[in-house]
């Protein structure tokens, strides 16, 4: 009697992987597995710390320590979370314009300063080197790095090497610091890295979770916005609804409650999106933004019309995602996705009426992970991501000065996270990952 014969494989799927293609590495301890966000935000920290309070003032011989300005208006907005009194988020003096989970995520770090007696006086002449930066820096910093266990656990997704892994967090922690450090604003990395969250449990089938973690992305800071219709033409046409019933409930909780408490300041803000191009960067889009007033623009229009191409993206990119759409991504799938999620970010600094230099990172560090599996892609992205950083900080002035070369700056980033890779020859295996 013959034994049966075994039944056949089904036949590879294009862009689709059987199972997880690092399972054994779950196995390892969780600081083992994340070792290089770790330790590279315990550097970033140390640095923020060492050269907003020590070697900074020394270099410059300033007499106050030279602090991420934007942070007391949010910080001011998460005091007032803290005490419930959510009609003065939008308060004028708070400055802030994004969704309320900006303030969220820094409530803890202000009911420490709360409990143990520490002002939130802004820092000025009476008040050189306010002691709130030596607990809200840490924890702004620390809670921004939450991009960089994403972009590592993402990077572990792709099977890059843990010495591509380390060098990934370095040149992410490099740029992350003007976000966190120059400019204050954890919310921008906060949003960021729960959207690269979302992408991918998006790669593993995992509908819900990454439709809850979109949410809470856009929540925090809307600039995400941009890339929700890459992820919604990569989804199951009957999984639609229930992901943008999730995506939204966050912000729709948050924001209806603002504006249920202060409804005029809560609009306003959130729909104008004011800023000032004689304190920032005005570009090209300056001059046909509306004006609101003491010398801001309204930003939000050209925020739409990025929202708007990212649509007409997603509509070119999808017909060839429908494959993969029921079933986990292969790496190559994945990476394509994270490099039009770039694409699509950079739109807003195309459009935009007033640019500062932290809207620069988010395209950074996306584009960044996109190029992990090749040594050489990794290598000039960096170069050219770390230029951008510290390029980005100068004061030129006029509409085309800074953001001409800023933009064409982000155009080199993607061209160089989207070089091919050199491939050798392999036998085609299903659900074989293949690394340049």
Do not use: K
């Not at 992410?172 to 120059?182: C, D, E, G, Y």
């Not at 809850?212 to 929540?219: D, F, H, I, P």
């Not at 800023?406 to 690394?435: C, E, H, K, S, Y």
């Amino acid at each position: 009697m013959t034994a049966p014969c075994p039944a056949p494989s089904p036949p590879p799927v294009p862009g689709v992987v059987a199972d997880d293609p690092a399972p054994a590495r779950r196995r390892e301890p969780w600081l083992a597995r994340r070792l290089f966000p770790l330790l590279a935000t315990a550097v970033l920290i140390a640095i923020a710390m060492a050269s907003t309070t020590w070697w900074g003032p020394l270099i410059t011989g300033a007499h106050h320590w030279p602090l991420p300005d934007d942070l007391w208006a949010t910080l001011a907005g998460a005091q007032r979370l803290l005490h419930l009194n959510i009609a003065g988020l939008y308060a004028p003096s708070t400055g802030l314009v994004s969704f309320p989970g900006a303030a969220v995520i820094l409530v803890p770090v202000v009911a420490v300063m709360d409990a143990a007696g520490i002002s939130l006086q802004v820092q000025g002449v009476h008040n050189p080197h306010p002691a709130s930066w030596l607990v809200a820096g840490p924890y702004e910093v620390a809670v921004s790095a939450v991009a960089l266990f994403a972009a590592d656990a993402i990077a572990e997704r792709l099977g890059a090497t843990r010495l591509q892994r380390a060098f990934l967090a370095a040149a992410s922690a490099t740029a992350l610091w003007s976000v966190s450090v120059q400019w204050g604003h954890p919310e921008d990395a906060v949003a960021v890295g729960l959207l690269l969250y979302g992408i991918l449990a998006l790669s593993q089938a995992r509908t819900s979770r990454s439709a809850w973690l979109v949410g809470a992305a856009v929540a925090v800071q809307p600039l995400v916005l941009v890339a929700l219709p890459i992820l919604l033409v990569i989804i199951e046409p009957r999984r639609l609804a229930g992901f943008l019933a999730r995506a939204a409930a966050p912000g729709v909780v948050l924001l209806g409650a603002a504006a249920a408490a202060n409804w005029s300041a809560t609009i306003h803000a959130v729909t104008n999106q004011p800023n000032w191009p004689t304190v920032d960067h005005p570009t090209p889009w300056t001059s046909l933004a509306p004006r609101l007033g003491h010398g801001a623009v309204a930003a939000g229009p050209g925020r739409v019309l990025a929202i708007v191409v990212a649509c007409g993206c997603a509509i070119i990119v999808g017909q060839r995602w429908r494959a993969v759409r029921a079933a986990p991504w292969s790496p190559e799938t994945l990476e394509q996705v994270l490099w039009w999620t770039a694409a699509v970010l950079a739109l807003r600094s195309v459009f935009e009426s007033v640019m500062v230099a932290y809207y620069l990172w988010p395209v950074l560090a996306v584009a960044l992970i996109a190029a992990v599996r090749s040594w050489p892609r990794l290598a000039a992205t960096s170069v050219a991501a770390v230029t951008i950083t510290f390029v980005s900080q100068v004061s030129w002035r006029g509409p085309w000065a800074w953001w001409a070369p800023m933009v064409a700056g982000l155009l080199l980033i993607l061209f160089l996270a989207r070089l091919p890779m050199r491939r050798r020859t392999l036998p085609d295996v299903p659900g074989q990952v293949r690394n340049g």
